[in-house]
C-alpha cells in the first residue's frame, strides 16, 4: 500500500486495527493486528507523518469504538501483544521498530487506561482497585520483556534502547497519576534494579534520564510527602525526625528523592557529563519547587528544603573535591575588592531589619524582582539543566525533543568507567559542576526552617561541622563578584564556543499555566550559573555585559548575606563550642575565616550587615581577641585595616567605627588600664600593609584616622580615661609609619634602597619583635622576588634569632639569639632588643620550630651542592655615589654590592645606569671607570657619577690556613681588597723597577651574606706596595695557581699546559725573569731590603720547584704527538733555571730536590691515573 493512500484512510486504519485486537480471542490475530501497526507507524515516521499519529491519539482514538469481547480491555489487550512481540527473539526488525517507535503504543495505553476509567467511574475508587491484577500482570510482564532490550542490547541498537527508555519512564510517570502508586513504585524499583555500578555510560545516562523524566511528575512533592492527616500527631512527629542521611529509611519514605540523591551520590565518582546530568537532575528539581505557586508559604517550602538534606551528607563526603587548589589565592584585599566593587551597576538596597535577626539575609528589593534580576535560590539553576521539568507534558513525551535537551548539556566527551576504564573517579569538579553544587547547597540552608538547622547541627559530629563550615567558605570563593571587566572577557571568550544547537537551546519556551512574570523569572534563572549572556551569535553588546554584572553582583550579594545569616544563627547557637581554650580552637578559626572573607569583594549591602555582625563577634568573644594568643586579634586588624582606605565612604565609616570598637572593648576588657594587645597589633597591621604593597590610598587612610580620633575624644564614657590620650598616641605613631610609605614608594623600582627602607624600619622597632620580624619577612619577599637567595635566608635566620631571644628572656629557650652565631656574626645585633610592654603580649609557638625545620633542610642541600663542587656564591663590587643634588645623603658613600653567579664589572655598571639613569635622567648620570680615589672638587655638580670596582675578599695569612673552601671564603666576610697600579712619576704603567701598587682593603659593617644585598663600607686602609713588594706579590701569585693545578683532583691538562708555557716558555718569560734582574741582580740587591730580596730568592725557588713538578706530570700524561712540545717546554725551563741561577749565583734547583720532585711526580701521576689520588700520599703538596 502507497503511504499517500495509507495516510488519507490512518484513522480508519488504525480504529480497525485496535477492534481487531480488541475482540479476537487468538492471540496469533491480535499479536499480527499489533504488527501491522508497527509497520504503518514506523512508514509515517520516515515520511516526517508522526504529528499525524499524535493527532489521532489526541483526538480520534476512543475505545468505544473497540468494543471489547467480554471483560477484556483495549490496554490490556495492547500490553499483552506487546509483550509477545519483545519476546519474539526471531524477528528482530519488528522489535526493532516497535522499541524505536514505542512512544506511540505507551500514550495508546494510557489513554485507554483514562477512558476505561472514565467510563467505569475509576477515579472515586480506590487506587489498588481501579485496575485488574491481569492488567497489573501485563505491565509487569511488559516491564520485563523491556529490560533485557535496554541493558543488554544498547550497545547493538543505541537508538532504539535509548527512545523505548525514555518512553518507559514516561509511562510510568503517567501511570502514577491512573494506578496504585506502590505497585508503580515497586515497578520503577524493579526497572533501576537492571541497572549496576559498573554499567558502562550510555547505561548510566539512560538511569539517570528515566530518574528525570519520572521525576517531572506534578505531584512529585505529595509523592515523597505523603498526607500525614490520617497519621497521629506522634507519627507525625516521627515523619519529620527522619535520618536525614541516605538511609534505607529515609528512602522508604521518600522514594523518589531517595533515589535522585543516591544516584547523584553514585555520579560524583564518574565522568563529568555524568555528574553534570545528575546534577543537573536534582537542580532542576529545586528550582520547580522554588517558583511553584502551589507551594507559597515559608512553612511549606521549609519542609520541602528538608528533602533534600541528605545532600548535604554527600557535599561533606566530597569536599575537598568542591575546594579549589589555592583558596587563599582567591581572596580579594580591600584594595584590590575595592576596585571590584567600585565597577558594580548597581546599589543594592535590600531592606534588613538587622544584622541578628534570623533570615535577614533573602533579598525584598521588589524593584530588582520587577526587573527580571530573582535572588532567591530560584535564580541559582541553569536553564538548560532544568530542561524537561520545565517543558510542556507534550513536548516532553518524545525522545526526539528528549535527545535534543540532552544535546544542550556541555559534555567533555569522557565516557563512564566501564571494564575498558574511564574519566578518574575522584577528580577535581569543575567550576560548573561546583556552582551547581553550591547553589543547591545554599538553597536548603536558606530555606530550612532555623529549628531545623539547629537539630541538624546538633546531630552533626565535628568533622561534619567543620566540612559545613568549609563549604560554606568555598561559597564564599566561588560566588564572589570578580568585576565587569572580568565578566566582559569570560563572555566573549566563551561565546565565540557556542554552536549553533547550544544557541537554540538558550529559549525557553514558554510555559503553559505559567504567568509571563514567572516565566520570565525562569529565563533568567538560567544564566546565573554558567555566568554568560543570553546571546552569543552577535557578540557581546555592552548592554548583556550590563546585565550580566548586575545578576552577578545580585547574585554575590545574596550568597554572602545567606551566609553571614547561617554563620551568625551558628554563632548564636554555639557560642560554648566557639569559646573553648578562650576561642582558640579550629571550630573558632573556621568561624573566624569565613567572618574575614566576608568582608573582601563585597557590596555595600553585605558589607553593611557583615560588619554589623563584627561588632556583635567583638562584643560576644572578648577573651578571644584580648587573651591569649594574639593572632585573631593580629588578622582582625591587618583584614579591617584594608577597609580603612576604601573608596567608599560607607565602608571607611564602617571599618573606623569597628576598630575603634576593638580599642574600647580591649580597654574595658583590662578593667580601663590600656589597649596595648589592639594598640600593638594596629602599628603591626599597618606595617604588614605597607611592606606588602597593598598599603594604598593614604589620604584616605588618614581620613579614617580622624574619624577614630573623633569616636576617641567624644566618647563621654571615657572622657576622664587615659583612653582618648592612648588613642591619640596609636594615630600617631601611625602616621610616623605612614611617612616611609612615601620614601618606598619613591624607591620602589630600586631594590636595593627600598631593602635599606625597609631595614632602617625594622632597626627602629628593635624593641618589638613582632614588628621587626614583620620588616624582615617582608625584605625577605622581597629578595626571593630578585632571586637573591642568601640574603632572604639570613632574612629568615635573623627572624629566628628574635624568636629566639624572645622566649630566652621569657626563660623558654636556652641560649636566644647567640644560638645561631655560627651561622653568621651579624645575629649579635638581635641581642640590642629591648624590653618593653610591647614584648609581654608576642606569642611564639611553633615558628621557631619551623625556622630551625627550614634552615636544617636548607643547610642539607649545601652539603650537597659543597660535595658537587658546583656553586657560584655571588661576586663583589664596590659602588660609590657622588653629585649632591642628586644622591642628597647617599653623596660620597661607599657600599659593597653582592651580586648573584658571575655578575661581571659591564652587567653591574649597566644596570645601575639604567637603574639611575631612569630616576635622574640618563645625560645626568656617568659612570667613572677606574678605581682610583675620586676627587669630589673635580666633579661637575651638574651630573650623578657612580664609581663600580671589582672587588675580592681579603683574608690574612692564618685566614686562608682556616678557610680552605669556597663556601668559606665566600661566607661571613667582612674585608675586601682591590688593587690599583701607580708610579712614582705619576703614570699608572712603568718598568718593573718603578711600577708601584696600592692595595685598598674596604670593611664593611656586618658580614656578607646579610639581610641586606649591600652593606656600607665602615673603614678603609690603604696599603702601599713598592716595587719589590709588587714582584713578591706576583711570584706567590704564579706559584700557588700553578700548585693548586698540580694537587688539584682530577687533574686538568689543558689548564696545567697553559699555564705552565706561561711560566716558562721564552716568548713570554720576560715577567719572571725581568723581576730576577731587576731585584736580585748582584749590584741592585744590595740597594734593596736584605729581608725582602732573601723572600724574593725563597719565592723563585718555590716558583722553579712547581714549575718542575708540572712538567714531570705533563711529561707522564701527554700522548706522543705531544713529546716534541713537551721537549720545548723542557729546554725553556732549564734555559730559565740556568739564567735566574746566574743571577743570584745560587744554584736555584738541587740535585737532591729534582730527585724529591721526580719521586712526588710519580705519585701524582699514579694517582692520577688510578683515580685515588691524595688518598695514599705523604707528597700531595710542595713543602
Known amino acids: ?596 572573607l566576608l568582608t573582601s569583594s563585597q557590596s555595600e549591602t553585605a558589607m553593611r550587615h557583615t560588619f554589623a555582625s563584627l561588632r556583635a563577634f567583638i562584643s560576644k568573644f572578648p577573651a578571644t581577641f584580648f587573651k591569649g594568643r594574639d593572632s585573631v586579634c593580629a588578622t582582625f586588624c591587618y583584614e579591617i585595616l584594608k577597609g580603612c582606605t576604601s573608596k567608599l565612604n560607607s565602608t571607611r565609616s564602617e571599618a573606623s567605627a569597628l576598630l575603634y570598637l576593638l580599642m574600647r572593648n580591649n580597654f574595658e576588657f583590662t578593667k580601663r588600664k590600656t589597649f596595648l594587645r589592639t594598640h600593638l597589633q594596629i602599628i603591626i597591621a599597618v606595617s604588614r600593609l605597607i611592606a606588602d604593597v597593598v598599603f594604598t590610598g593614604g589620604s584616605r587612610f588618614q581620613d579614617s584616622l580622624a574619624i577614630i580620633n573623633n569616636f576617641a575624644n567624644s566618647d563621654k564614657a571615657l572622657k576622664s580615661t587615659a583612653f582618648p590620650g592612648e588613642v591619640k598616641d596609636l594615630t600617631k605613631r601611625i602616621r610616623t609609619v605612614l611617612m616611609a610609605t612615601a620614601q618606598m614608594k619613591e624607591h620602589e623600582k630600586d631594590p636595593e634602597m627600598l631593602v635599606d627602607l625597609q631595614y632602617s624600619l625594622a632597626k627602629s622597632y628593635a624593641s618589638t619583635p613582632e614588628l621587626r620580624k614583620t620588616w624582615l619577612g617582608s625584605m625577605a619577599k622581597i629578595h626571593m622576588k630578585n632571586g637573591d637567595l642568601s640574603e632572604a635566608v639570613m632574612c629568615s635566620v635573623h627572624v629566628a634569632a628574635v624568636v629566639a631571644e624572645h622566649l630566652h628572656r621569657k626563660k623558654l629557650f636556652p641560649k636566644g639569639c647567640a644560638a645561631f652565631k655560627a651561622i653568621t656574626p651579624n645575629i649579635e645585633e638581635e641581642a640590642a632588643m629591648k624590653e618593653d610592654a610591647g614584648m609581654q603580649d608576642v606569642h611564639y609557638t611553633e615558628k621557631l620550630a619551623f625556622v630551625y625545620n627550614t634552615l636544617n633542610e636548607a643547610y642539607k642541600k649545601i652539603i650537597q651542592v659543597g660535595r658537587t663542587g658546583r656553586r657560584l656564591l655571588g661576586t663583589f663590587f664596590r659602588v660609590a655615589f657622588y653629585g649632591q643634588a642628586f644622591f642628597e645623603e647617599e653623596d660620597g658613600k661607599e657600599y659593597i654590592y653582592k651580586e648573584p653567579k658571575l655578575t661581571r664589572l659591564p652587567e653591574i655598571s649597566e644596570r645601575l645606569l639604567k637603574l639611575y639613569g631612569d630616576k635622574f635622567g640618563a645625560e645626568n648620570v656617568k659612570i667613572i671607570q677606574d678605581s682610583n680615589k675620586v676627587n669630589t672638587k673635580s666633579l661637575d655638580q651638574k651630573f650623578a657619577f657612580i664609581q663600580v670596582t671589582f672587588v675580592e675578599p681579603y683574608f690574612d695569612e692564618k685566614e686562608l690556613q682556616e678557610r680552605t673552601t669556597s663556601f668559606e671564603r665566600n661566607h661571613n666576610v667582612a674585608r675586601f681588597v682591590f688593587e690599583t697600579p701607580y708610579t712614582v712619576s705619576g703614570k699608572k704603567q712603568g718598568g718593573v723597577e718603578e711600577q708601584c701598587k696600592r692595595r685598598t682593603v674596604l670593611t664593611t659593617t656586618h658580614s656578607f651574606p646579610y639581610v641586606k644585598k649591600r652593606i656600607a663600607v665602615g673603614r678603609e686602609q690603604l696599603i702601599d706596595l713598592k716595587p719589590i713588594d709588587v714582584a713578591l706579590d706576583e711570584m706567590k701569585d704564579r706559584t700557588a695557581e700553578l700548585q693548586k693545578l698540580c694537587d688539584s683532583n682530577g687533574l686538568n691538562m689543558i689548564q696545567l699546559q697553559l699555564k705552565l708555557q706561561g711560566c716558562v716558555s721564552v716568548q713570554v718569560n720576560a715577567g719572571p725573569l725581568a723581576y730576577a734582574r731587576a731585584f736580585l741582580d748582584g749590584s741592585k740587591s744590595t740597594k734593596l731590603p736584605a729581608k725582602k730580596v732573601k723572600q724574593l730568592k725563597e719565592t723563585f725557588r718555590e716558583f722553579v720547584t712547581v714549575c718542575s713538578l708540572a712538567l714531570d706530570l705533563n711529561e707522564r700524561l701527554i700522548k706522543e704527538d705531544q713529546l716534541e712540545y713537551h721537549e720545548g717546554l723542557k729546554s725553556n725551563f732549564k734555559d730559565m733555571v740556568k739564567e735566574l741561577s746566574d743571577i743570584t749565583r745560587e744554584q736555584m734547583l738541587a740535585e737532591d730536590e729534582l730527585v724529591k720532585s721526580q719521586l712526588r711526580n710519580s705519585l701524582h701521576v699514579f694517582s692520577a691515573i688510578s683515580g685515588t689520588y691524595g688518598s695514599a700520599s705523604g707528597f700531595s703538596s710542595v713543602p
Open 1 to 596: 500500500m502507497e503511504t499517500c493512500v495509507m495516510v488519507n484512510f490512518l484513522p480508519t486504519i488504525l480504529n480497525q486495527l485496535l477492534q481487531i485486537l480488541s475482540r479476537t480471542s487468538q492471540s496469533e490475530v491480535a499479536v499480527n493486528s499489533i504488527r501491522v501497526m508497527i509497520h504503518i507507524v514506523s512508514k509515517c515516521h520516515e515520511e516526517g507523518l508522526d504529528h499525524l499519529l499524535r493527532s489521532y491519539i489526541k483526538y480520534v482514538f476512543r475505545t468505544d469504538q473497540c468494543v471489547p469481547l467480554g471483560d477484556r480491555s483495549t490496554h490490556e489487550e495492547l500490553a499483552k501483544s506487546i509483550n509477545i512481540i519483545l519476546k519474539q527473539s526471531a524477528d528482530f526488525l519488528t522489535i526493532n521498530k516497535l522499541l524505536k517507535h514505542s512512544w506511540f503504543f505507551f500514550d495508546l495505553l494510557i489513554k485507554s487506561m483514562v477512558l476505561h476509567l472514565i467510563a467505569k467511574n475509576g477515579m472515586k475508587v480506590s487506587r489498588t482497585q481501579r485496575f485488574p491484577s491481569g492488567y497489573h500482570h501485563a505491565v509487569q510482564s511488559l516491564l520485563l520483556a523491556i529490560i533485557p532490550h535496554v541493558s543488554l542490547r544498547c550497545g547493538e541498537i543505541p537508538d532504539e534502547a535509548r527512545r523505548v527508555n525514555v518512553s518507559w519512564a514516561h509511562f510510568m510517570k503517567r501511570c502514577l497519576t491512573l494506578m496504585d502508586r506502590g505497585f508503580i513504585f515497586n515497578l520503577i524499583n524493579d526497572y533501576l534494579s537492571c541497572f549496576s555500578s559498573k554499567d558502562t555510560k550510555v547505561l548510566a545516562e539512560y538511569r539517570l534520564d528515566f530518574l528525570e523524566t519520572v521525576c517531572q511528575h506534578e505531584h512529585f512533592v505529595p509523592l515523597n510527602l505523603p498526607m500525614s492527616f490520617t497519621k497521629t500527631r506522634l507519627l507525625r512527629t516521627q515523619d519529620l525526625q527522619l535520618d536525614h542521611t541516605l538511609s534505607d529509611d529515609f528512602c522508604r519514605h521518600h522514594f523518589l528523592v531517595g533515589l535522585v540523591l543516591r544516584e547523584l551520590s553514585l555520579s560524583l565518582a564518574e565522568s563529568r557529563d555524568i555528574r553534570h546530568t545528575a546534577i543537573a537532575n536534582i537542580k532542576g528539581l529545586m528550582m520547580k519547587h522554588a517558583f511553584d505557586g502551589r507551594y507559597p508559604n515559608k512553612g511549606q517550602q521549609a519542609r520541602i528544603a528538608l528533602l533534600y538534606l541528605p545532600l548535604l551528607k554527600v557535599l561533606f563526603e566530597n569536599v575537598q573535591r568542591l575546594q579549589l587548589k589555592d583558596l587563599s589565592s582567591l581572596s580579594l584585599t580591600f584594595s584590590n575588592a575595592q576596585s571590584v566593587r567600585d565597577e558594580l551597576p548597581f546599589n543594592i538596597s535590600a531592606t534588613v531589619n538587622g544584622s541578628a535577626a534570623r533570615r535577614s539575609a533573602i533579598f525584598t528589593d521588589k524593584e530588582l524582582t520587577s526587573a527580571g534580576y530573582v535572588t532567591s535560590l530560584g535564580l541559582l539553576l541553569k536553564r538548560d539543566d532544568s530542561r524537561g521539568s520545565l517543558s510542556t507534558e507534550t513536548g516532553a513525551s518524545t525522545p526526539e525533543r528528549a535527545e535534543d535537551r540532552r544535546d544542550s548539556v556541555d559534555f567533555t566527551g569522557q565516557r563512564r568507567a566501564s571494564a575498558g576504564g574511564g574519566a578518574p573517579p575522584y577528580c577535581k569538579f569543575s567550576q560548573q559542576e561546583v556552582r551547581s553544587l553550591l547553589m543547591c547547597f545554599l538553597h536548603i540552608i536558606k530555606t530550612m526552617s532555623e529549628d531545623a538547622l539547629l537539630a541538624y547541627w546538633n546531630k552533626m559530629p565535628p568533622q561534619e561541622l567543620m566540612d559545613y563550615l568549609s563549604l560554606l567558605e568555598i561559597c564564599l570563593h566561588q560566588f564572589r563578584y570578580v568585576g565587569r571587566r572580568s565578566i566582559a572577557r569570560t563572555q566573549e571568550a566563551q561565546g565565540s564556543n557556542f554552536s549553533a544547537a547550544e544557541r537554540k537551546t538558550q529559549t525557553m519556551p514558554a510555559l503553559r499555566s505559567r504567568p509571563v512574570s514567572v516565566h520570565a523569572r525562569l529565563q533568567q534563572v538560567g544564566h546565573v550559573d554558567s555566568s554568560f549572556t543570553l546571546n552569543h551569535s552577535a557578540g557581546i553588546s555592552e548592554v548583556e555585559i550590563s546585565h550580566q554584572s548586575l545578576v552577578e553582583g545580585n547574585l554575590a550579594t545574596e550568597v554572602s548575606l545567606t551566609v553571614l545569616d547561617s554563620v551568625s544563627c551558628f554563632i548564636h547557637n554555639f557560642k560554648n563550642q566557639l569559646i573553648q581554650d578562650d576561642g582558640h580552637n579550629p571550630l573558632m578559626k573556621k568561624v573566624f575565616n569565613i567572618l574575614l
